[in-house]
């Protein structure tokens, strides 16, 4: 498997645009996770799927963010307006339900930079 | 809701040598993981270990083990002879109802 594949890598938008980050976890996975890294606030979780339900939004800083999981392989996080406070890496990352001892893999993240 | 912290935003080690990275949490659930992941400057997240929170015994791999003190909520992680190649941030994270991770600490290993 290529494991948790997640685009664009690097995107650039000007404040105001919306932005969507695109994920693909790994085949089987039935747990994805949508996390934020900056450096002030570190690795923060934003929402998490479970068979593609969501099952816990409340890290989700605003309305302006939402994401959704219309299948088991895809998951969007979409930023609607953006503004240059959203800079950030955005990592998204799956694991197996059905136990608490699965690790969850990461994507290589998007940088987003909003200019 | 669980957290996890991280005190020290920053270490180093000289190579060979070993240290040791702390980590607490707080959580009202008996039944959950510990994990302590790796993330070099290539961004890419790496398990490094993981830890039963029913089990006593310590988890090891290699050059990598675990303090765990359930009742204090304490998971520190041990690098023993520092390689070069352990430089990066080392992330903590719980895997109970949520998959929360601390604010990482920074390690050089020094040569």
């Known amino acids: 498997d290529a494991g948790v594949i997640q685009s664009p890598r690097h995107e650039v938008t000007e404040m105001g645009q919306e932005v969507t980050l695109r994920c693909k976890p790994i085949?089987?996975?039935?747990?994805l996770f949508w996390y934020r890294q900056t450096m002030m606030r570190g690795l923060e979780l934003l929402i998490y799927f479970n068979n593609n339900v969501p099952i816990d939004d409340s890290g989700m800083p605003e309305d302006r963010f939402s994401a959704k999981m219309p299948n088991a392989s895809f998951s969007t996080l979409k930023i609607q307006p953006s503004e240059p406070r959203d800079s950030a890496v955005y990592f998204c990352a799956s694991s197996l339900d059905g136990g608490l001892n699965t690790e969850a893999f990461f994507g290589q993240g998007t940088r987003l930079t909003v200019v | 809701a669980q957290t996890v912290t991280q005190s020290q935003p920053e270490m180093s080690v000289q190579e060979a040598e070993t240290v040791t990275l702390s980590c607490t949490y707080d959580?009202?659930?008996?039944?959950?993981?510990l994990f302590w992941y790796k993330q070099p400057p290539s961004r890419q997240m790496i398990l490094v270990i993981r830890q039963e929170a029913y089990k006593q015994q310590n988890a090891t791999e290699n050059r990598f083990s675990v303090n765990f003190q359930k009742a204090a909520k304490s998971f520190s992680l041990k690098i023993s002879d520092s390689q070069l190649g352990d430089t990066a941030m080392y992330f903590c994270?719980?895997?109970?109802?949520?998959?929360?991770f601390g604010p990482g600490t920074r390690l050089s290993v020094l040569p």
């Open positions: 959580t009202s659930e008996n039944n959950y993981y």
């Open positions: 085949s089987g996975h039935n747990s």
């Open positions: 994270a719980f895997h109970g109802q949520n998959f929360v």
